[in-house]
């Protein structure tokens, strides 16, 4: 016997035609979008540790210029530059030196 295709199995075909290339479409936009969003992600990213300030207390406190440039005079004075430092001397006459010299200016 033979089979008949007949207009529900064109139909059908047709459907799985028409599924298959919404499919392969949908999947192209999808990689075409992943992509794009790793190429935007890659350019506008920041070099992570590009900035020195944020490698923390060693090399913030590691003189008083990278102190200064970190902004962390304050706490490198007050907790690493204490005891036998060799900084400790130095950095604790700085704001008596500065005080003394304020009052100088003022009066």
Known sequence: STQSTGSSGINAEYGKQWYQRRVRGQLGMLYKTLVLAVVLAAASCVRLGANKCT?????????????????????????????????????????????????????
């Open 55 to 107: 490698w923390g207390p060693g090399y913030w406190c590691k003189g008083l210029e990278t102190a200064k440039e970190c902004g962390t005079e304050n706490h490198c004075r007050t907790k690493v530059w204490i005891g036998n430092h060799p900084l400790a001397k130095i950095t604790s006459l700085f704001p008596t030196i500065t005080t003394f010299l304020l009052n100088l200016l003022l009066t």
